[in-house]
């Protein structure tokens, strides 16, 4: 972490989003080492830094919104956290919200399936520390479903995170 402290002007923004997540993961998983995530230079450096692709919401993100509009779930859409964690969409009152998993969520394991990638898996470990209750909708469930199923889809989804 010091040699990264010293390097930190050399970093692009993927840098930092990547460094960012590693000084949330500490302070969550590994408490006794906070106060070495708390050198000011670091703090200020990735303050601004939001973990996400984009601040774009994608078609299916804007299919998915619109579904929870007519099932009367009110969100943000393209919402983030203090931590500088996004949601797709989110109730931030609650702690509720939506991750839509696209394929750049996934790696496929030596069986060929698919699982979550590593960025993915740990943003949701971060979110779930943080009280955050969040359902996640990958792509190929959401594409498999024909439209009059989708909000049924959503409803059941929910009901995990009342």
Known sequence: LRRAISVIDTFDELGLEYLKQFVLFVQT???HL?????DPSLVEKIRGVRLSETSHPSKLQKEVST????IGW???LEYVTE???????AQPTSKRGIDI???SHFVRNQTGSLVENGS??????????????VVRVPYFEWDSLATDERARYLTKKLEVTQ
């Open 29 to 31: 998983e590994h408490p």
């Open 34 to 38: 906070h106060s070495q995530c708390s």
């Open 67 to 70: 579904v929870l509009h007519e």
């Open 74 to 76: 009110a969100h943000e």
């Open 83 to 89: 931590e500088g964690l996004s949601l797709d969409m």
């Open 101 to 103: 998993d696209e394929p």
């Open 120 to 133: 993915t898996r740990l943003k949701s470990r971060l979110l779930d520390a943080r009280d955050w209750k």
